[in-house]
């Protein structure tokens, strides 16, 4: 499986961005899909998480509420919405593939076996 993140830029505070992480040799509906982010000097934290069947998702407290993970079966490609961005918002995303055959969302980075490649996102005050 190859996941190909997207969809990265510069934004001021308050705006919008969307991200899309599309996949190659299997389809999402076989995986739980996670977006994680990495700013600069900090650890990789999780982001938005969304499960296999579709059904559950989960987000980390300072995304709650301005984040939207969902996917698009037909296209194969799982998006997030980022609403009312935040300075601390910037970091490199990533997006993120887990095999596990259970119908769960995974907080932690060594539940997923398929990375992208990260996409930039910067947003300034």
């Known amino acids: 499986v190859q996941l190909q993140a997207s969809g990265g830029g510069l934004m001021q505070a308050g705006g919008s961005l969307r991200l899309s992480c599309a996949a190659s040799?299997?389809?999402?509906?076989?995986?739980?899909v996670g977006w994680f982010r990495q700013a600069p000097g900090k650890d990789r934290e999780f982001v938005a998480g969304?499960?296999?069947?579709?059904?559950?998702?989960y987000y980390a407290a300072s995304v709650k509420g301005r984040f939207t993970i969902s996917r698009d079966g037909a296209k194969n490609t799982v998006f997030l919405q980022m609403n009312s961005l935040k300075p601390e918002d910037t970091a490199v995303y990533y997006c993120?593939?887990?095999?596990?055959?259970?119908?769960?969302?995974?907080?932690?980075?060594?539940?997923?076996?398929?990375w992208g490649q990260g996409t930039q996102v910067t947003v300034s005050s």
């Open positions: 040799g299997r389809t999402f509906s076989s995986y739980g």
């Open positions: 969304l499960s296999r069947s579709g059904v559950s998702t």
């Open positions: 993120a593939a887990d095999t596990t055959p259970v119908d769960y969302v995974a907080t932690f980075m060594r539940a997923y076996d398929y």
